[in-house]
Nanobody, 123 residues
Framework: QVQLVESGGGLVQTGGSLRLSCAAS????????MGWFRQAPGKEREFVAT????????YYTDSVKGRFTISRDNAKNAMYLQMNSLKPEDTAVYYC????????????????WGQGTQVTVSS
């Protein structure tokens, strides 16, 4: 059983930056492809970015390409999401997730989820 805890959310102005962290425990972190998802009020949870077990491969949803960077440190059992040039439409609760099998943009492929961290971008 893997436990995931997000941190680093907050309130930021348009154009600002935040760095989210996801701390993992209870499993072999390097065994899991990982992902970031987000959910805005009244909307479905959507894919943001994913990273392979080694960190050598990444994939982003189009709306964050060039602004967000996903990374991981397997020695620290941690994953990160550096978010730059933030926009009001990035406002959401951000979740990290771990998959047993898939480097994927499909939320149904993920087996473990954190509790989320709120990101609010003011205009």
């Amino acid at each position: 059983q893997v436990q995931l805890v997000e941190s680093g959310g907050g309130l930021v102005q348009t154009g600002g930056s935040l760095r989210l962290s996801c701390a993992a425990s209870g499993g072999t972190f390097s065994s899991y492809p990982m992902g970031w998802f987000r959910q805005a009020p009244g909307k479905e949870r959507e894919f943001v970015a994913t990273i392979t077990r080694s960190g050598g491969g990444t994939y982003y949803t189009d709306s964050v390409k060039g602004r967000f960077t996903i990374s991981r440190d397997n020695a620290k059992n941690a994953m990160y999401l550096q978010m730059n040039s933030l926009k009001p439409e990035d406002t959401a609760v951000y979740y990290c997730a771990a998959s047993w099998t898939s480097y994927s943009s499909n939320r149904n492929d993920y087996d473990y989820w954190g509790q989320g961290t709120q990101v609010t971008v003011s205009s």
